[in-house]
């Protein structure tokens, strides 16, 4: 959603101004170009170097503003713009932007944009509740620019107040609503496994399968990103954690299910993106196994089957990695484990299945109808998936 949209970050001379860091270091990361407008007041209280290295671009100050060159940037700055944020916002460019006021680099761009601008005002709470600040603001809505509240909590007076700037993860997601992201799924709960679990043989060996989790993580991150409330169940991944998301990290096949259970009490959806063990070993070693024998036979049983035990009236979607008659399989998968839909993947090609960045699936309904989606990054497989989802909660 974020990836190679240029993001105006209007930073104003608040205290708040250091969170605009992790602002800037967040949408950067999310493959955004941040282009960040100080005002001087910002500059005393986080520095254009720090923004420069964060987004490896030049940052906009006020102290080039008698710069013609500069000036004519802003125009540019503008029409490039696919969203103009301003977080922190103080009280006076606020009142700078409702009346039009164009003396600096950050009130010319907002001028002279036709993207949405997006206020995160953050200030003191008598500042923010004044009726001149209040007007202003309404004045701004009325002209469709779009608010994100401050929050209550500890200003930097020491007191209580509402004030406060959301965190980056709230911004975010507003900068993204505003780009059109879908929130289709704003209210649901939505509980995914990802990774594969782990069922020990003794305290340094494992019997565990190649998952790297990338394509649960996808459909997390996606469901967040489209408004549900999410809770991934995590077994054995090195992927960096997702913001905003409820983890719960397991290991076996047996602390996914309780896991699962757990989670699943409220939800609409549960989506088995991980590979489960089929089998573990009976019983774990205490000690390491010594090595002797020839041969040595161990005993292996099922795992708990977790989408077919769990109970519960929420959606199913099971995953199912095959190798060979993938529709046929998948569709007795989807018969015998009672799905809503499964996802078949082939795990033969090196290009979708274990460890790719892309997956090639097909969706298969319970009335048998399939979708085959060509080859897609799992972020817009796991977009495709939850439109499925979507209208199966509904
Ligand atoms: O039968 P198979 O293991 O291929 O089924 C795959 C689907 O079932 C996946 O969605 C997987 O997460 C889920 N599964 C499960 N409990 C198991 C094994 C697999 O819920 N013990």
């Excluded at 989670?263 to 089998?279: C, E, T």
């Excluded at 070693?285 to 089957?305: E, N, R, S, W, Y």
């Excluded at 060979?324 to 078949?344: C, G, M, P, R, Y």
């Excluded at 989606?373 to 939850?386: D, F």
């Amino acid at each position: 959603m974020l990836k190679n949209k240029t993001i105006v970050l209007g930073i104003t001379g608040g205290i708040a101004a250091y969170k605009a860091v992790d602002l800037a270091s967040k949408l950067t990361q999310a493959g955004a170009r941040v282009e960040v407008v100080m005002t001087e007041a910002a500059t005393n209280f986080v520095t254009p170097l720090t923004l420069r290295n964060i987004t490896h671009r030049q940052v906009v100050t006020d102290m080039f503003e008698s710069n013609s060159e500069w000036s004519e940037e802003h125009i540019a700055l503008a029409e490039a713009a696919a969203a103009v944020i301003i977080a922190p916002a103080t009280a006076n460019t606020i009142a700078r932007l409702a009346t039009g006021i164009a003396d600096n680099m950050l009130g010319t761009v907002v001028l002279a944009t036709k993207s949405p601008v997006i206020i995160a005002p953050a200030m003191n709470d008598v500042m923010y509740a004044n009726t001149v600040t209040q007007k202003n603001i309404a004045k701004l809505k009325s002209r469709g620019f779009t608010f994100i509240e401050p929050e209550h909590g500890r200003l930097a007076s020491g007191k209580m107040g509402k004030g406060r700037l959301p965190d980056t993860a709230t911004i975010i997601k507003a900068i993204e609503k505003a780009l059109g992201q879908k929130q289709d799924l704003t209210g649901k709960r939505i509980v995914v496994t990802a990774g594969g679990t782990r069922e020990p043989i003794d305290p340094v060996r494992h019997i565990g399968n190649r998952s790297s989790g990338k394509m649960g993580y996808a459909l997390a991150e996606a469901a967040r990103d489209r408004g549900a409330k999410v809770t991934l169940v995590s077994a054995n991944v090195t992927l960096e954690e997702p913001s905003g998301i409820e983890i719960i990290k397991v290991k076996t096949a047996a602390e996914m299910k309780r896991s699962v259970s757990g989670a699943v009490k409220k939800a609409d959806a549960l989506i088995m993106a991980a590979a489960v063990a089929d089998y573990q070993p009976e019983a774990m070693a205490k000690a390491k196994i010594k090595k002797g024998k020839q041969d040595m036979t161990l005993k292996l049983v099922k795992t708990p089957d977790i989408l077919g035990e769990v109970k519960g009236k929420f959606l199913r979607v099971g995953f199912a990695a095959e190798s060979e008659n993938i529709i046929s399989n998948a569709k007795k998968k989807l018969t015998e484990k009672k799905l809503d839909l499964i996802v078949a993947n082939d795990i033969t090609k090196s290009d979708s299945g274990f460890d790719a960045d892309t997956n090639r699936v097909v969706i298969i309904d319970k009335k048998g109808k399939a979708e085959k989606l060509p080859l897609l990054s799992k972020r817009e497989a796991a977009e495709r998936i939850l439109d499925m989802v979507k209208g199966l909660i509904n």
